[in-house]
């Protein structure tokens, strides 16, 4: 043992020791960017000087180089030394004005500003020579080499001829102190592993915006009416968080949803893959806006899990009130909102015939054109801080088999990874690690890092302890949500259940059952061709908002369609066969009734109805043969008779819901035939 005093502190070290190693063991802090403990010390960055007293003699050394002696006096910061380091610190700043790790240590030693022009700013080596040693020493390959003197050296291959163990080595990577050893022009370290990043991150948009346009595809296909083999509702069925809710709320097992056992497999293996490969709004949302982290409250992420949970609650309380915060709903709805109007207004052959839909029609575009603003602000903002669907899958991510992986060892806190994540993911202040509820794994991060740190290996443990965690606060949270929304529907604010059934639904659709599964999709009104399905705004109710309802002044329900409950994932419209809805009741959607005061006695309607519904009858107080529904009959309120019937001020025949039908003013007889 060597005993030495260092800063007034004696210490007992081992003979073979540097300086260096000695303030390290002391927990002493020597600035250094050209030294590691395991390559063989070169004293290039002169960063480590110390002011050294021994025999007498008073001198100031780097202290990587320098090996220790019995009763050596080392003195870390004296006015000598911190001069030489500052003077050390603005050489290498100015050669490397750009580089943050060079920032930072200049930045230590209180040097804000580099002295001396650069004629190339880009630099990025430091001629520290560390990937030379760590070729030599660790690798054993003797490849690279200094060449060249003064503003010419540079690190590179004999004759600068690629060799082909730079390949697949990549040991030197890990000692480079600022990330140049990548961008050397002759080895090109580093290039299969970028290659192989840049490949997955190529595949990954390939497949990210071939389910965009399959999406879009299906969307054509069903505002055009054209359904093809391929069910059209099929990114609905892949979605667990329908999957859960739906059959959760309506107490039944929905065998729709049998598809999106495959996401959670995917989402368990690879993480939060839905969010950055499959999800086409996610696709839309990558299209614009500032990645990196710009909102000021982060913190708002946790909100998701909020949202998440109370849907879950209401769900277990029968009620999917707000499932419209769903992604693809949201997505569905929007596309909808805007061009089926314009398909049908391209359509007709009169264009004079077109009437614009209402406020209540593009209002179901409101949350998608919201996610198209906030998107401003941040990419993906939608997705880190509101979507209910990647919370979900975030929180499966957790468990992921293969996450994102930073080698601390090899990062030299560039930030490029930061700069480059969609998702805001990676955190600066936690080593630039990502939470894997966060991480959408789109690959992004892996080629731009100098350092080939960034690795997505398998078998990783853990994903807790991350700064957007949900705690106690978001426990509460839900709570409090949750209970606010039971006790509306529980007592019946704004009369909830009376205006559920002022309301017409889509053919089959009970009342009971139908807002325990009806997930806010309103791909029935997308596909229905008649325009007989609309969206709901707040007269069935706040907890109805954006489900579908009928309104037979709009359009009717046409008799040889089943496409509404072909196209509803979670059967809230059942399935009926063609046969089935033509030959007995449907669910008692509606009622029609004939005002006989403005009935002009056309009995179009009569001949109209594919239900055969009306009969003649003569009305006390009123001349003529009218027609009227038979009280017998299998009317289920298609509209049909409203729609033949002549235009005037106030319709001869009106629908209502079943059950909700006024008494007749009239007294009257069946007509019969002389």
Same mark, same amino acid.
């Given at each position: #043992?060597?005993?030495?005093?260092?800063?007034?502190?004696?210490?007992?070290?081992?003979?073979?020791?540097?300086?260096?190693?000695?303030?390290?063991?002391?927990?002493?802090?020597?600035?250094?960017?050209?030294?590691?403990?395991?390559?063989?010390?070169?004293?290039?960055?002169?960063?480590?000087?110390?002011?050294?007293?021994?025999?007498?003699?008073?001198?100031?050394?780097?202290?990587?180089?320098? $090996?220790?002696?019995?009763?050596?006096?080392?003195?870390?910061?004296?006015?000598?030394?911190?001069?030489?380091?500052?003077?050390?610190?603005?050489?290498?700043?100015?050669?490397?004005?750009?580089? $943050?790790?060079?920032?930072? #240590?200049?930045?230590?030693?209180?040097?804000?500003? =580099?002295?001396?022009?650069?004629?190339?700013?880009?630099?990025?080596?430091?001629?520290?020579?560390?990937?030379?040693? *760590?070729?030599?020493? !660790?690798?054993?390959?003797?490849?690279?080499?200094?060449?060249?003197?003064?503003?010419?050296?540079?690190?590179?291959? *004999?004759?600068?001829?690629?060799?082909?163990?730079?390949?697949?080595?990549?040991?030197?990577?890990?000692?480079?102190?600022?990330?140049?050893?990548?961008?050397?022009?002759?080895?090109?370290?580093?290039?299969?592993?970028?290659?192989?990043?840049?490949?997955?991150?190529?595949?990954?948009?390939?497949?990210?915006?071939?389910?965009?346009?399959?999406?879009?595809?299906?969307?054509?296909?069903?505002?055009?009416?054209?359904?093809?083999?391929?069910?059209?509702?099929?990114?609905?069925?892949?979605?667990?968080?329908?999957?859960?809710?739906?059959?959760?709320?309506?107490?039944?097992?929905?065998?729709?949803?049998?598809?999106?056992?495959?996401?959670?497999?995917?989402?368990?293996?690879?993480?939060?893959?839905?969010?950055?490969?499959?999800? =086409?709004?996610?696709?839309?949302?990558?299209?614009?806006?500032?990645?990196?982290?710009?909102?000021?409250?982060?913190?708002?992420?946790?909100?998701?899990?909020? !949202?998440?949970?109370?849907?879950?609650?209401?769900?277990?309380?029968?009620?999917? *009130?707000?499932?419209?915060?769903?992604?693809?709903?949201?997505?569905?709805?929007?596309?909808? *909102?805007?061009?089926?109007?314009?398909?049908?207004?391209?359509?007709?052959?009169?264009?004079?015939?077109?009437?614009?839909?209402?406020?209540?029609?593009?209002?179901?575009? !409101?949350?998608?054109?919201?996610?198209?603003?906030?998107?401003?602000?941040?990419?993906?903002?939608?997705?880190?801080?509101?979507?209910?669907?990647?919370?979900?899958?975030?929180?499966?991510?957790?468990?992921?088999?293969?996450?994102?992986?930073?080698?601390?060892?090899?990062?030299?806190?560039?930030?490029?990874?930061?700069?480059?994540?969609? #998702?805001?993911?990676?955190?600066?202040?936690?080593?630039?690690?990502?939470?894997?509820?966060?991480?959408?794994?789109?690959?992004?991060?892996?080629?731009?890092?100098?350092?080939?740190?960034?690795?997505?290996?398998?078998?990783?443990?853990?994903?807790?302890?991350?700064?957007?965690? $949900?705690?106690?606060?978001?426990?509460?949270?839900? !709570?409090?949500?949750?209970?606010?929304?039971?006790?509306?529907?529980?007592?019946?604010?704004?009369?909830?259940?009376?205006?559920?059934?002022?309301?017409?639904?889509?053919?089959?659709?009970?009342?009971?059952?139908?807002?325990?599964?009806?997930?806010?999709?309103?791909?029935?009104?997308?596909?229905?061709?008649?325009?007989?399905?609309?969206?709901?705004?707040?007269?069935?109710?706040?907890?109805?908002?954006?489900?579908?309802?009928?309104?037979?002044?709009?359009?009717?329900?046409?008799?040889?369609?089943?496409?509404?409950?072909?196209?509803?994932?979670?059967?809230?419209?059942?399935?009926?066969?063609?046969?089935?809805?033509?030959?007995?009741?449907?669910?008692?959607?509606?009622?029609?009734?004939?005002?006989?005061?403005?009935?002009?006695?056309?009995?179009?309607?009569?001949?109209?109805?594919?239900?055969?519904?009306?009969?003649?009858?003569?009305?006390?107080?009123?001349?003529?043969?009218?027609?009227?529904?038979?009280?017998?009959?299998?009317?289920?309120?298609?509209?049909?008779?409203?729609?033949?019937?002549?235009?005037?001020?106030?319709?001869?025949?009106?629908?209502?819901?079943?059950?909700?039908? $006024?008494?007749?003013?009239?007294?009257?007889?069946?007509?019969?035939?002389?």
């Amino acid at each position: #043992m060597v005993n030495l005093t260092i800063n007034g502190e004696k210490l007992a070290v081992a003979e073979n020791s540097t300086v260096l190693e000695a303030a390290q063991q002391a927990g002493i802090h020597i600035p250094t960017m050209c030294s590691h403990k395991d390559l063989t010390p070169y004293g290039a960055c002169r960063l480590c000087v110390v002011e050294v007293k021994r025999n007498g003699r008073t001198v100031v050394t780097t202290s990587c180089n320098t $090996p220790v002696e019995e009763g050596m006096d080392v003195t870390t910061e004296t006015e000598e030394v911190n001069a030489t380091r500052k003077t050390m610190a603005n050489l290498l700043y100015s050669r490397c004005p750009e580089v $943050p790790a060079i920032q930072r #240590m200049a930045a230590s030693v209180g040097l804000l500003q =580099p002295s001396f022009e650069n004629a190339n700013p880009k630099e990025d080596c430091i001629l520290c020579g560390m990937c030379v040693r *760590a070729c030599d020493d !660790i690798a054993q390959e003797h490849v690279l080499g200094f060449v060249g003197r003064g503003m010419d050296r540079k690190v590179t291959t *004999a004759f600068d001829v690629r060799q082909e163990v730079c390949d697949t080595c990549n040991k030197c990577v890990t000692y480079c102190p600022t990330g140049a050893i990548t961008h050397l022009e002759a080895p090109k370290i580093g290039l299969g592993f970028k290659k192989k990043a840049h490949t997955w991150k190529v595949a990954r948009v390939i497949f990210q915006y071939t389910t965009l346009l399959v999406f879009l595809g299906l969307m054509a296909a069903t505002l055009f009416n054209v359904l093809q083999p391929l069910t059209v509702n099929i990114f609905s069925r892949l979605n667990p968080l329908q999957a859960l809710v739906a059959p959760l709320a309506g107490r039944d097992l929905i065998t729709n949803y049998i598809p999106a056992l495959l996401t959670v497999v995917l989402t368990i293996v690879f993480g939060r893959v839905w969010c950055g490969w499959f999800c =086409p709004l996610g696709a839309v949302f990558e299209l614009f806006g500032r990645k990196d982290r710009h909102f000021k409250w982060q913190n708002m992420r946790k909100l998701k899990y909020v !949202i998440l949970a109370v849907i879950v609650v209401m769900a277990a309380f029968g009620g999917l *009130a707000f499932m419209w915060f769903e992604p693809i709903t949201v997505f569905i709805r929007g596309l909808t *909102a805007i061009f089926k109007p314009l398909i049908q207004y391209v359509q007709l052959d009169k264009k004079k015939d077109f009437i614009m839909p209402g406020f209540q029609w593009f209002a179901i575009a !409101i949350p998608f054109v919201f996610a198209l603003l906030v998107n401003i602000i941040e990419k993906r903002f939608w997705c880190r801080y509101l979507c209910p669907l990647g919370a979900l899958v975030g929180l499966g991510s957790k468990f992921s088999w293969i996450k994102r992986f930073v080698n601390q060892d090899s990062c030299v806190k560039c930030g490029e990874c930061a700069t480059h994540c969609p #998702m805001g993911a990676i955190s600066p202040e936690n080593d630039f690690k990502s939470d894997p509820a966060e991480c959408i794994m789109c690959m992004d991060c892996a080629e731009p890092c100098p350092k080939l740190a960034i690795t997505f290996p398998k078998g990783q443990l853990g994903g807790w302890g991350y700064e957007f965690d $949900p705690g106690r606060r978001e426990a509460l949270g839900t !709570i409090g949500a949750s209970a606010v929304a039971v006790g509306l529907l529980s007592l019946d604010v704004g009369n909830v259940q009376a205006a559920k059934k002022s309301v017409l639904r889509p053919p089959g659709a009970y009342y009971n059952d139908f807002l325990s599964k009806c997930i806010r999709c309103d791909q029935c009104i997308e596909v229905c061709p008649t325009h007989y399905i609309q969206p709901a705004a707040f007269e069935a109710g706040w907890d109805s908002l954006y489900t579908p309802i009928v309104d037979p002044f709009v359009g009717y329900c046409t008799y040889d369609c089943t496409l509404c409950g072909q196209i509803c994932p979670s059967h809230a419209i059942p399935l009926l066969t063609l046969e089935e809805k033509q030959n007995y009741s449907i669910g008692g959607v509606g009622w029609a009734q004939v005002n006989f005061d403005t009935c002009i006695r056309c009995m179009t309607c009569l001949d109209e109805c594919p239900y055969k519904c009306f009969e003649e009858v003569e009305v006390e107080g009123h001349k003529g043969v009218f027609p009227r529904v038979r009280d017998d009959a299998n009317c289920v309120g298609c509209g049909v008779c409203v729609d033949v019937c002549p235009k005037q001020e106030v319709k001869a025949v009106v629908v209502f819901p079943y059950g909700k039908v $006024p008494e007749e003013k009239y007294k009257f007889t069946k007509y019969t035939k002389a």
